[in-house]
């Protein structure tokens, strides 16, 4: 037993240093990314989102939502699917499971 112990704390150096080079070529994709993507947004683009919405919902109601292309209609429709599921995971994780609220 003492020779298998002895065994993995050999190896422990040699994997950590596969692992830091297996993963830091990805943490530096993800941090440029990260930078720009994960941002809040700044005052200046507030108006503009809100801007945007109330565009959105104009175009709804003046029927120009049914002269989108297939294309379009689908990326919206992917675009949704993905906010509502981080919001359900987000309900998940802060009930701390996946049934029911403790009351």
Do not use: H
């Amino acid at each position: 037993m003492a020779q298998a112990v002895q065994k993995l704390v050999a190896k422990v150096p040699t994997l950590l240093g596969a692992a830091v080079t297996y993963s830091k070529p990805r943490l530096t994709t993800f941090w440029y990314y990260a930078r720009v993507e994960l941002v809040p947004p700044t005052p200046a683009e507030i108006p503009r989102a809100i801007a945007g919405t109330s565009n959105l919902i104009k175009g709804f109601f003046t029927g120009r939502l049914s002269q989108s292309t297939v294309r379009d209609a689908v990326r919206n429709g992917l675009v949704a699917t993905e906010v509502l599921m981080w919001f359900y995971i987000g309900e998940c994780i802060g009930k701390g499971g996946l049934i029911g609220y403790s009351v």
